[in-house]
């Protein structure tokens, strides 16, 4: 994925441990395809060369407000008028307590403060010992920092550089990355409650047995991760699989059909939109043995016999909310032949306004898909591509069908 291509990045270095974290970030944006000027305050350099830096990003490290390169001599403003957001990673107590009252004796709290402030975002990754952290003066400046419209990082937690355990942490260059990225996605779904069922269900049939099927939960995640990024409040309630909970998603775990039904069915009264992408086991054993189902020597195995389960998004969308158009159903359909008559055969009988098909065994597992859309109008197809793709275009494509969405 090229997610922050065509990007150009101001990456400024504040004082603190976490500068060591600032070297792995800068890799990941340029792997990611951004380019990065990177700017250190003299306490930077204390903790991270620029020889470092310089090589990491391929690009001089500025370091200067007296740079003589820059022809005109104000590399404060050539190189905010240039980027497409400036983030300081790490930024700590004593560099965002200055941008908070505008001072600017150096080239970074400079370049900051004549940024172009519509046109330029500024990103604060926090670090800091946890009491610096928590400090009221810490606190009151980041929330002035955050009214006059810098966009503040939330902090990790966990044991710090000097020992002690707490809030405080910058965030791991991974996480930051995924928080990055999420800021440049169109908000469309801005406030909203998202809900999305992800991955098979497992049906047990003794305790070291069950049944279940190939769905790896990929496309429900990202789906979660995309509704994420354009601004909704995400639930993901996901079958048995091993993926990473996407940023700021929240996420329960649930082993069976009717567990993931329960979670829905107690997650669901909150929510705009429910997503349906879970590939739900059909039926599950009618009885679950208490202990291992053992040879009884006779050759002959086990008579199982199985019962429907619930259909969750079917039980959904008869619901009041869904019929009165306060909350929007969408279903998947995985299919093996025939798709398009099945997605919209599918749409009718489960009574939701939008289906999605795919075809199930040429996606399960795989980083990659193609989409029909098929809604009460029409057949849109989603050409093949990455699933965190398809899933953003899928947001846009619910966020434009919702009623009252200015997109409508
Ligand atoms: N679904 C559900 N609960 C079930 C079965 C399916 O919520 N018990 C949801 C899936 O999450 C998906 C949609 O219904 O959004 C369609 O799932 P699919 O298994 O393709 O359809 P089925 O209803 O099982 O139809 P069929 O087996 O005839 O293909």
């Known amino acids: 994925m090229n997610d922050l291509a065509g990007k150009h990045l101001v990456l400024g270095l504040s004082g603190g441990i976490a500068c060591y974290k600032a070297a792995e970030l800068c890799r990941a944006l340029v792997k990611e395809g951004a380019s990065v000027q990177v700017v250190m305050t003299e306490a930077a350099t204390q903790f991270i060369t620029p020889v470092t830096m310089q090589a990491l990003s391929?690009?001089?490290?500025?370091?200067?407000?007296?740079?003589?390169r820059e022809p005109n001599n104000m590399a404060h403003i050539n190189l905010g008028r240039q980027a497409d957001a400036i983030l300081i990673a790490p930024a700590s107590a004593d560099f965002m307590a200055k941008l908070l009252h505008g001072r600017a004796d150096d080239l970074l709290s400079l370049l900051c403060l004549a940024r172009p402030i519509e046109r330029v975002p500024l990103l604060l990754a926090p670090a800091m010992n946890r009491e610096m952290w928590a400090h009221p003066a810490t606190q009151r400046n980041v929330a002035q920092l955050r009214a006059d419209g810098?966009?503040?990082?939330?902090?990790?937690?966990?044991?710090?550089?000097?020992?002690?355990?707490?809030?405080?942490?910058?965030?791991e260059p991974d996480e930051l990355l995924e928080?990055?990225?999420a800021f440049f996605q169109p908000k469309v779904l801005q406030g909203q409650r998202v809900l999305v069922t992800a991955g098979p269900t497992y049906e047990a049939i003794d305790p070291v047995r069950g049944i279940t099927n190939l769905s790896s939960g990929k496309m429900g995640f990202a789906i979660a991760r995309a509704a994420r990024e354009a601004g909704a409040e995400v639930t993901l309630v996901a079958g048995p699989v091993c993926?990473?909970?996407?940023r700021g998603v929240q996420r329960i775990d649930v082993r069976s059909a009717r567990e993931m039904q329960q979670a829905v069915v107690a997650a669901v009264p909150e929510a705009r939109v429910f997503i349906a992408a879970a590939a739900v086991a059909d039926w599950r054993p009618a009885q679950t043995a208490a202990h291992k189902i053992k040879k009884d020597g006779s050759g002959q195995p086990p008579a199982l016999d199985f019962v429907e389960n619930p259909d969750i998004l079917a039980g959904v969308a008869q619901s009041e909310?869904?019929?009165?158009?306060?909350?929007?159903?969408v279903g998947f359909a995985a299919e093996s032949e025939d798709l398009l008559a099945h997605a919209?055969?599918?749409?009718?009988?489960?009574?939701?306004?939008?289906?999605v098909g795919n075809i199930g065994p040429a996606t399960f597992g795989r980083d990659d898909n193609a989409l029909i859309l098929v809604d009460e109008q029409r057949a849109t197809e989603l050409p093949r591509a990455d699933k965190l793709t398809l899933a953003r275009q899928l947001v846009g494509e619910i966020a434009r069908r919702l009623p009252g969405h200015p997109a409508h």
Not at 321 to 329: H, K, M, P, Q
Not at 344 to 355: C, F, N, S
């Open 344 to 355: 919209q055969a599918k749409r009718a009988r489960k009574g939701v306004p939008l289906l």
């Open 58 to 68: 391929n690009r001089p490290v500025y370091l200067s407000q007296w740079d003589a």
């Open 150 to 171: 810098a966009h503040v990082f939330e902090v990790g937690r966990g044991e710090q550089a000097c020992g002690e355990v707490g809030d405080g942490r910058m965030l």
């Open 243 to 246: 993926l990473p909970t996407p």
């Open 321 to 329: 909310r869904a019929r009165s158009g306060a909350l929007y159903c």
């Open 179 to 181: 928080d990055l990225i």
